[in-house]
């Protein structure tokens, strides 16, 4: 090769090493550090894609119960397998149907491309399952809101979101109905 050449291929070769950075840190920014689950920016791209795509997506809202409590009691790095733990049960729950997410905190999304109520009862019985965490078991709650596109006016992510959360703070509400699930109509 000659100088020339070799000139005029060195800027191609710094670009291409820095495109291939700039995608790295951008995919790095749309997933949680934590869990590995998209961000709100990374999920949201795709929930509206399934949304527009499967008429009857269904869209839901999670909260741990008690999660400062949980960490107070057994520790941050307790806190924190929980929510591992949380975000692995989710994944897997939505399998290729679907995506998960975690909007900070212990708070998670989700949307599937359809789910009925035995669905998201089999999903709440999943995250119930106690955790084993350094010789303890500890006890998990999450509650659950669904709400399904097709019996909104509106099919859009924003109203689905709205509905779950509604749903998911009426389960809230209602004691001794800690971390049941309800479906938005």
Known sequence: MDTQALALSLP???????????????????????????????????????????????????????????????GHAAGDAVLTAIAARLTAWCGRHGIAGRFGGDEFVAVVRSAGTEDIDRLVDLLHEPLAHAGERIPLYVSTGASCVADLPLRRLSDALSAADAAMYEIKGKAGRRGTRTLAR
């Not at 990374?42 to 119960?65: F, M, N, Q, Y």
């Open 12 to 74: 191609l070769v710094g670009w291409a090493a820095h495109s291939g950075y700039l995608t790295h840190r951008l995919a790095t920014a749309r997933r949680d550090p934590l869990t590995g689950l998209r961000t709100r920016a990374g999920w949201t791209t795709r929930a509206e894609r399934i949304i527009r795509r499967h008429r009857d997506a269904v869209v839901l809202l999670l909260d741990v119960d008690d999660f400062k409590y949980l960490n107070d009691t057994h």
